[in-house]
């Protein structure tokens, strides 16, 4: 049987490192609604199973010292949010071969090559076996 949960929380490790890559080096809030689709509340006001989830990627991300956030807001996300150096030294590590090409110039090459730009690109366009694949490289960089 498929670990479907495990997949989301790789998923949504990288959602949150690739967001806050973009922002870096700036606190800014990041919500759950921001790493994933909004889901309703039940009828007694509690979140979703999948959204608690999403919450705890965060959590466990900050445990684990990928992240650093000043405040929770409620469950739904978190306030002065921004990567550790830890974090921040792994996404620029290059991690595909960097190619010459002589109608690119080298630091584009250096960019593309760095496992920020490989995270977003398989964000946009790649299967979840990538995305695990560059979540467990960055966890064991």
Same mark, same amino acid.
């Given at each position: 049987?498929?670990?479907?949960?495990?997949?989301? /929380?790789?998923?949504? #490790?990288? !959602?949150?490192? @690739?967001? $806050?890559?973009?922002?870096?080096? %700036?606190?800014?809030?990041?919500? +759950?609604?921001?790493?994933?689709? @909004?889901?309703?509340?039940?009828?007694?006001? &509690?979140?979703?199973? %999948?959204?608690?989830? #999403?919450?705890? @990627?965060?959590?466990?991300? @900050? =445990?684990?010292?990928?992240? !650093?956030?000043?405040? !929770?807001?409620?469950?739904?996300?978190?306030?002065?949010?921004?990567?550790?150096?830890?974090?921040?030294? %792994? $996404? #620029?590590?290059?991690?595909?071969? +960097?190619?010459?090409?002589? =109608?690119?110039?080298?630091? &584009?090459? !250096?960019?593309?090559?760095?496992?920020?730009?490989?995270?977003?690109? +398989?964000?946009?366009?790649?299967?979840?076996?990538? +995305? =695990?694949?560059?979540?467990?490289?960055? /966890?064991?960089?």
């Amino acid at each position: 049987m498929a670990d479907i949960h495990i997949d989301d /929380f790789f998923r949504d #490790c990288a !959602r949150i490192l @690739a967001s $806050l890559h973009g922002a870096f080096p %700036r606190l800014t809030s990041l919500f +759950v609604d921001d790493i994933i689709p @909004a889901e309703p509340l039940d009828e007694f006001g &509690i979140p979703s199973r %999948r959204h608690q989830a #999403c919450f705890d @990627a965060f959590i466990w991300l @900050a =445990n684990e010292g990928y992240i !650093r956030y000043h405040d !929770r807001v409620r469950t739904e996300g978190f306030d002065e949010v921004v990567l550790t150096e830890k974090s921040f030294v %792994r $996404l #620029c590590k290059p991690i595909v071969e +960097v190619t010459s090409d002589e =109608n690119k110039p080298a630091l &584009i090459g !250096r960019k593309q090559a760095s496992l920020a730009w490989q995270l977003k690109q +398989v964000l946009k366009s790649g299967t979840t076996d990538e +995305v =695990n694949q560059l979540c467990i490289k960055l /966890f064991e960089l």
